[in-house]
């Protein structure tokens, strides 16, 4: 197939667009007819959306236009290397730039926000011709060879792929005023999520791109690519508006809300641009059972040619592309809370509608309990519905919750997933997609993102292990967090915010208020950049806040032109104090006016000397 697939690209190369365009609609008329598992999917997801609404004829003829449209958009993506930048902008009419234009205006770059609909590649090929910049966020394909020339036929055009779950590189473009591209409109379990109204129906859907505007200030920018007469419409919206609430829960989900309307919106619009076939409702608030497989594709008769084959392979590969692998093919267990392949033995299942599991103490005092609305039993393995879990201790309570779980009977090990919750009694917020959580030992891990709130703070990462209820807590690594003091905690003018990121890990131990940064530390404060090897903060008692840090290891900070080094440094967020210890050296650089003495103004430390270098024996800078 790797053969048919560069002969496909040859192909798409000698054609003219109309034609290849002609070929690809053919190919996906083909493909629905030799997919009848996408089919399938199709016809059935179509129902759910539109109901009676769409009579029978109508969805059969929407659903044939989805896989043409699909067809058409593998074609067009083999030829774009062929295509100039102004052959691209002649054939793409743009609506709506002006709010994009207005939303970078704000200094805090955009996401740009689609769906898998109409030719969903073009959008960001379409604006770097224009001379925007920035990036998209991509997953990992499951056909190497098709998702090293997506990514390629992006580079090409100034257009870099950033791999899911890269925090620090899309933090990155956004702080350079760029755009960051997302396709956010699909049920990913493995991605941090909750349920939104989508088409009447609760759908699980990504919170990244909420997650992310709220706390960089990136707006959030729908754009949709829709197809007229042989050439394309881009249309952008206005930015989403921000919630208006000091909840982040509550904003996060009011957001992901509102830009799942405006998906739904054009969804409606153009019902034969979208990935029908994409099991959007395959996660469940309360029955969660195994997505159904794909059917194979029977063989093409001998009659059609190689490239027509290779056509609908590579059709077949988008599609399931889409999807999730099914849990067989990888060689992986059913997923917590799905059921099971059924068994040959009809007694190995069973049903209950209420769950229980209950750990005590050595002096029979309860240690931690697990309840669940409903559950399956096969063998030692539970899986549970709407999981609720308690970790009791004198001074810190910990409750959990999750959408499903499976518990291990023989270990009594828990795999909690969707919608993973940890709130202790004193304020602390801890969500993840999934979490093994070993109650008998007091102990919780995951390798997936990990998000920790509290009223003042907001903590992002990826991997964590420690105690269930966050006395001690290890962040692995890619660690940002945002600091919002309060106003009386604020007597300076201007910005508030506060980020603190370090490469990891990050270890919080709550018991004695201390969280420790290491490596590659920065702290990108108003009034400068502290930069540090490791960084040992002391939190309030009452706000889990830093009150002050203490940082060690190639210190320096810069401010403007200026820069200082030492040995170590203390730093006092509330007040955007920073305080050099040891023997600092100061970097002083001359005014713009050319003066021979140059004054260094280094936030509340004035030093004039008519020397480029001073070396006192402490320095502070607020």
């Not at 008329?29 to 759910?48: F, N, S």
């Not at 919630?243 to 034969?272: F, G, M």
């Not at 039993?377 to 009791?392: A, E, F, K, R, T």
Request: charged share 20%.
């Amino acid at each position: 197939m790797y053969l048919g697939f560069q002969g496909l690209r040859v192909l798409a190369l000698l054609l003219p667009l109309g034609a290849a365009q002609v070929l690809g609609r053919a190919i996906g008329r083909l493909g629905y007819w030799l997919l009848p598992g996408q089919r399938r999917l199709t016809l059935a997801h179509l129902e759910r959306a539109f109901g009676a609404s769409l009579e029978p004829g109508r969805r059969a003829r929407i659903a044939r236009g989805v896989f043409e449209n699909l067809g058409q958009n593998i074609m067009e993506w083999l030829l774009l290397p062929k295509l100039s930048q102004q052959a691209l902008q002649r054939q793409v009419a743009c609506e709506g730039l002006e709010h994009l234009r207005e939303a970078l205006r704000k200094g805090n770059g955009v996401i740009g926000l689609t769906a898998h609909f109409g030719n969903w590649e073009l959008i960001p090929l379409y604006l770097s011709s224009l001379g925007f910049e920035g990036a998209v966020l991509a997953r990992r394909l499951r056909y190497p060879e098709y998702e090293s020339f997506l990514v390629t036929l992006r580079a090409q055009r100034g257009v870099p792929t950033l791999a899911r779950g890269s925090v620090k590189e899309v933090a990155k473009v956004l702080r350079a005023n760029h755009i960051v591209g997302m396709l956010p409109d699909q049920d990913i379990d493995s991605l941090e999520g909750i349920f939104v109204d989508f088409f009447g129906h609760p759908a699980y859907t990504p919170v990244g791109p909420a997650a992310l505007s709220i706390m960089t200030g990136a707006p959030i920018v729908p754009c949709f690519l829709l197809r007229e007469a042989g050439d394309y419409r881009l249309i952008i919206e206005p930015p989403v508006p921000m919630p208006q609430t000091n909840d982040r829960a509550q904003a996060i989900r009011e957001l992901t809300q509102a830009w799942s309307r405006v998906v739904e919106s054009y969804l409606r619009r153009a019902p034969d641009h979208w990935v029908w076939m994409h099991r959007r409702w395959k996660t469940q608030l309360s029955t969660v059972t195994q997505a159904p497989r794909f059917s194979q594709a029977p063989r093409p008769l001998p009659v059609l040619t190689g490239l027509l084959i290779a056509g609908c392979w590579l059709l077949a590969a988008t599609l399931t592309g889409c999807g999730k692998p099914n849990a067989s093919a990888a060689g992986a267990k059913p997923a917590a809370g799905r059921t099971a392949e059924t068994s040959s033995n009809p007694d190995a299942n069973q049903e209950m509608s209420g769950f229980t599991l209950t750990g005590y103490e050595e002096d029979g005092t309860k240690r931690w309990e697990l309840t669940g609305s409903g559950a399956s039993m096969d063998g030692q393995l539970v899986s549970i519905q709407h999981p609720d879990g308690i970790g009791y201790d004198s001074q810190r309570t910990a409750w959990l919750t999750a959408s499903a779980a499976e518990v291990d009977q023989a270990t009594r090990h828990v795999r909690m997933e969707h919608d993973v919750t940890i709130h202790t009694s004193d304020g602390l917020w801890f969500t993840s997609p999934i979490l093994h959580w070993i109650p008998d030992q007091d102990q919780m891990a995951t390798d997936q993102s990990v998000r920790i709130e509290t009223d003042h703070m907001l903590l992002r990462g990826r991997g964590a292990r420690g105690r269930t209820n966050l006395k001690l807590a290890v962040i692995e690594r890619d660690i940002e967090m945002v600091l919002n003091p309060s106003d009386q905690d604020l007597p300076r003018p201007g910005p508030k915010q506060v980020k603190i990121t370090c490469d990891g890990p990050l270890s919080f131990d709550y018991q004695n208020h201390i969280a420790t940064f290491e490596q590659n530390v920065h702290v990108k404060d108003p009034s400068g950049d502290l930069y540090s090897d490791k960084l040992v903060a002391y939190l309030d008692e009452t706000t889990h806040t830093i009150r002050y840090a203490e940082a060690t290891g190639h210190v320096r900070i810069h401010q403007n032109q200026n820069t200082a080094h030492s040995e170590r440094a203390i730093y006092e967020p509330a007040i955007g104090k920073i305080t050099l210890v040891g023997r600092p050296s100061l970097l002083v650089y001359p005014n713009e006016g050319g003066s021979q003495e140059a004054t260094m103004s280094f936030g509340g430390l004035v030093d004039e000397t008519s020397s480029r270098k001073a070396t006192p024996d402490a320095a502070t800078t607020d």
